[in-house]
């Protein structure tokens, strides 16, 4: 005998999939000259997006390579990495970042990296290279096979405005004087480029 009214109903809800939360990475993003210089403007502020659990996520300068780019010399065509991990006997999915450029070291939190190092990302934590500031920001979710990353940007430095001690420069942090018309600031070339 078919079911029908609310018993039908009640059926096909208790028979549907329960929908998987993803792991999010909210990333707070902050450059001194990000208005003036459209560093950020291949980003999609505000717009979360699905990503498959296997990909290895770059950011830099090159966007060939990279998934999010930074318009600016001053960037390594491949900055840094973000890959998804699973601990053994843990449900719980984790992310290691991995510095990818050989002339800027990468601050997580207080630990340094320098080319190729990686480190645990911790549920909250800045990631600091040159004058850039990123406030990552980690929530779990139950599904193995996508996670979700959802960009902002801070009008004020990420610093200030959430308290966190400077702790020391970040080693590319500089500024040529304001009467010099060249930067003081080592360049990235391509090879062709000379």
């Known amino acids: ?34 208005m003036q210089n459209g560093i950020f403007q291949s980003i999609r502020f505000s717009n979360p997006e699905k990503l498959p659990s296997s990909e290895v996520v770059k950011f830099g300068r090159n966007s060939t390579i990279c998934r999010y780019t930074f318009q600016d010399k ?53 990631v600091r290279f040159g004058e850039y500031q990123l406030l990552v920001e980690k929530e779990d979710g139950e599904s193995l096979e996508f996670f979700e990353t959802l960009f902002m940007m801070s009008p004020r430095p990420l610093l200030q405005e959430h308290g966190w001690p400077a702790g020391k420069p970040t080693p590319e942090l500089c500024r040529s004087p304001s009467w010099s018309t060249q930067s003081a600031c080592p360049t990235e070339m391509d090879e062709n480029e000379c």
């Open 74 to 126: 001053q960037v390594s065509r491949v900055q840094f990495s973000l890959q998804l991990f699973k601990k053994f006997h843990s449900s719980v999915l984790s992310f290691e970042i991995k510095n990818m450029s050989r002339r800027t070291s990468l601050l997580v939190g207080s630990t340094e990296l320098g080319y190729l190092n990686k480190v645990e990302l911790p549920y909250r934590c800045m």
């Open 1 to 34: 005998m078919p079911l029908t009214g609310a018993a039908a109903a009640m059926s096909s809800f208790e028979d549907a999939d329960t929908e998987e939360t993803v792991t999010s990475l909210r990333i707070t993003v902050y450059h001194p000259g990000q």
